[in-house]
């Protein structure tokens, strides 16, 4: 494998990162609250998983060049959710514009960065700190076919913690041929068809209070949220040290919040980043009927009312 110097990130400006939680706190109300027992999921691993497994995976930085060019896991390859978006033509909220890449395009980029169907990919981001990136390209990959897809919790900070090495370059695996014959859109969802069947869906906006409540921060057409959304933020699903919730805490805290498991639920965000983190959770935590709407809130201001 050959070594590359990570570059800037060029493909977009801060408004295309419009879908995180970066610089905001998770609620503080439960100060007190304790570790509790570890997440468990078929897309979950933990720090020391990776560091025992290392040289069998493909590990992916998700959290794009500018912050792994401030340090990453020697060995890991940089990612960033916009390499595999519709970023490069028009501006958020357009018909297209932040939509998972068409089969033969996505199949290449993935291709040319090494990123082969037959083997582990594993994913790590910023957890709470973050922008949920690890769980968009995660969604992705499934939608696309790859079988054996993880995502580390507690994230970048954990696999530091764990002894892992770090680095300021990213490890260029050799390309490899990808093809994506179709994107599986059982966890998907697109605007039309949220429009047309909108009464059939439990709405879920997973992003801050600020949003929620229709301040504008990213470039949306207009702030405020999707009609009757239940608002579940992404920081709810962490502890105060950045490792998800156990099943059971996280479970009671979506049927808190009105949902089932034989709801039919959308979720969303800013750009659908976000939200797909949250669908593999809710996913994993046996809510199975769960599409990220792809597009999301940029896309939806853009051409439908919304609520403040």
């Not at 050959?2 to 970066?22: E, H, Q, R």
């Not at 519709?86 to 909220?93: F, I, K, M, N, T």
């Not at 919730?245 to 639920?265: P, V, W």
Request: hydrophobic letters at 35%; a negative charge; glycine letters at 12%.
């Amino acid at each position: 494998m050959k070594k590359t110097m990570i570059g800037l990130l060029a493909l977009v400006s801060l408004g295309l990162t419009g879908c995180g939680g970066g610089d905001e706190k998770a609620d503080t109300s439960k100060s007190a609250e304790k570790e509790t027992t570890a997440f468990t999921g078929e897309y979950i691993v933990d720090a020391e998983y990776v560091k025992k497994n290392l040289d069998d995976l493909i590990l992916i930085d998700a959290r794009g060049e500018e912050e792994a060019n401030k340090g990453t896991i020697k060995g890991s390859t940089v990612i960033g959710w916009q390499n595999l978006a519709s970023v490069e033509e028009g501006a958020s909220g357009d018909e297209k514009w932040g939509l998972v890449l068409e089969p033969a395009e996505l199949g290449k980029r993935l291709g040319e960065k090494g990123i082969a169907k037959d083997k582990e990919v594993v994913l790590f981001a910023g957890a709470q700190k973050g922008w949920g990136d690890d769980g968009r390209i995660a969604w992705e990959l499934l939608a696309a076919g790859y079988q054996d897809v993880k995502m580390v919790d507690g994230g970048f900070t954990d696999l530091k913690k764990s002894g892992l090495k770090t680095a300021y370059e990213s490890t260029e695996l050799d390309p490899v041929d990808v093809t994506i014959d179709s994107i599986d859109q059982k966890h998907m969802i697109r605007t039309d068809e949220l429009k047309k069947d909108y009464a059939d869906y439990k709405v879920v906006d997973v992003r801050e209070d600020k949003e929620y409540k229709g301040e504008v921060l990213y470039g949306e057409a207009k702030g405020g949220h999707l009609p009757d959304a239940i608002h579940l933020r992404f920081t709810e699903l962490f502890q105060k040290n950045g490792k998800l919730k156990s099943k059971e805490e996280l479970t009671k805290l979506f049927e808190d919040a009105g949902l089932s498991k034989k709801d039919q639920i959308v979720t969303y965000c800013t750009a659908g980043i976000r939200s797909a983190y949250m669908e593999l959770v809710m996913e994993m935590c046996g809510f199975k009927q769960v599409k990220n709407y792809d597009g999301s809130y940029y896309r939806w201001a853009k051409v439908e009312e919304v609520e403040k």
